[in-house]
């Protein structure tokens, strides 16, 4: 059986992996410290259980389930998080998730959550294994030899008759990004949502055109539901994906040979199209960012480091973080820093020097300076003030 551990935080991968190995270890497990690495091995391995964290860089672990349960409908999955939030278990729960884990986790129960799924995974697996495999086999085979003949390109003896035989008519979509970066998480964000909605308003399938383009093939009973599904479409990409895209459609087609041809005319509009930047990104990527600089206060917090973590420009990210917060980024983060010192320092056990280290100041005169900047008084000066006088 294979699990998936997603996490940012390397301590928690590789705790749990400790604990699962030496309880498990005829289980094997893989790690990634992002959604984007995390799709890359769902898409290479036949994953069973995936335990994710919920709040990481660029999408949260309950969007990474929601885009990939369609597409690995067989795995289990559990939801990490470091808050009790009611409303984070709820949406878990409203998306299949088959327990929620609030960390520290207890290496009891995690084991027996483990347990307990990998006798329900066996179960299934008895019955439904063999013919799964088949069907994604020939899954792949048809979308690998289509890419290969929308491209123009020899597919060889293979003859797609028995592929195409349920689309006797039907519609191309090509979905292209513009981005600088390696787009692996885009291409499995797109692949998701065109296969979920395709599968929603009529029968197809998804293939990957090139390194920046995903071709969808539907069959419809009209046009008009193809329009309903290009605005449902539209609408699902502008809230994930990170990166400015196209979406290009064919007219009916008829004739299966015409595909390339008009896959080659849809490359070729594109450089006449503008490309859809994501507007209620920059929204959705201050939330993440916030929810970031909550939990790693206490390191290198830079406007550089935080934008390349939402894919923004530090320019925009900066503009955008005022706009949205209506505090500037160094402004929030000395905040934030501040109110956690303001806590430590009723603590008469911790000294000055790890009370500012704990909240990300490695100079404590720094931390000082800062300090009284703010409140007006010393950090030990605060301290004393702090104090009790005994009553006598």
């Not at 530090?314 to 820093?337: C, D, N, W």
Request: aromatic fraction near 8%; charge should be negative; include cysteine.
């Amino acid at each position: 059986m294979n699990i998936l551990i997603v996490d940012d935080e390397t301590t928690i991968r590789e705790g749990i992996q400790r604990t699962l190995h030496n309880r498990f270890p005829q289980y094997r497990i893989l790690l990634a410290s992002n959604p984007e690495e995390a799709a890359g091995l769902l898409r290479i391995h036949h994953i069973h259980i995936v335990l994710t964290d919920i709040l990481m860089p660029g999408m949260t672990g309950l969007e990474f389930m929601k885009i990939s349960r369609h597409r690995h409908p067989h795995v289990k999955w559990v939801v990490i998080s470091a808050y009790s939030e009611f409303a984070y278990a709820q949406e878990a729960v409203r998306l299949g998730a088959k327990d929620y884990l609030l960390k520290p986790i207890g290496k009891e129960a995690l084991t027996e959550m483990i347990g307990t799924l990998g006798e329900e995974i066996a179960r299934e697996i008895e019955f439904t294994e063999e013919a799964e495999l088949l069907k994604v086999g020939r899954k792949y085979l048809r979308e690998a030899v289509f890419q290969r003949f929308a491209s123009g390109l020899d597919t060889g003896r293979i003859d797609l008759e028995p592929f195409m035989e349920s689309h006797p008519s039907f519609y191309l979509i090509m979905v292209k990004m513009e981005s600088d970066k390696v787009v692996h998480l885009e291409h499995f964000i797109i692949e998701n949502v065109l296969s979920e909605l395709i599968e929603k308003h009529g029968m197809g399938f998804v293939a990957i055109h090139d390194h920046k383009s995903m071709l969808g093939l539907i069959t419809v009973p009209n046009r008009g539901i193809l329009a309903v599904l290009l605005d449902e479409l539209r609408s699902h990409l502008i809230r994930y994906l990170k990166v400015p895209f196209q979406i290009m459609h064919s007219e009916l087609i008829e004739q299966f040979d015409a595909v390339p041809e008009e896959v080659r005319r849809m490359s070729q509009a594109s450089s006449t199209q503008v490309y859809e930047h994501y507007a209620s990104g920059g929204e959705r990527a201050v939330e993440v960012a916030q929810q970031y600089i909550r939990t790693h206060y206490q390191e290198d917090l830079s406007l550089e480091r935080v934008a390349s973590l939402v894919y923004l420009n530090p320019a925009y990210f900066s503009q955008l973080f005022k706009q949205k917060t209506g505090h500037g980024f160094k402004e929030y983060v000395i905040q934030l820093r501040l109110d956690k010192a303001e806590k430590l320092l009723h603590n008469p056990k911790l000294k000055l020097a790890e009370v500012a280290e704990r909240i990300g100041y490695q100079d404590i005169r720094h931390f000082a300076t800062v300090f009284r900047k703010k409140f007006g008084v010393s950090p030990s000066e605060y301290r004393q003030s702090c104090v009790k006088t005994p009553t006598s």
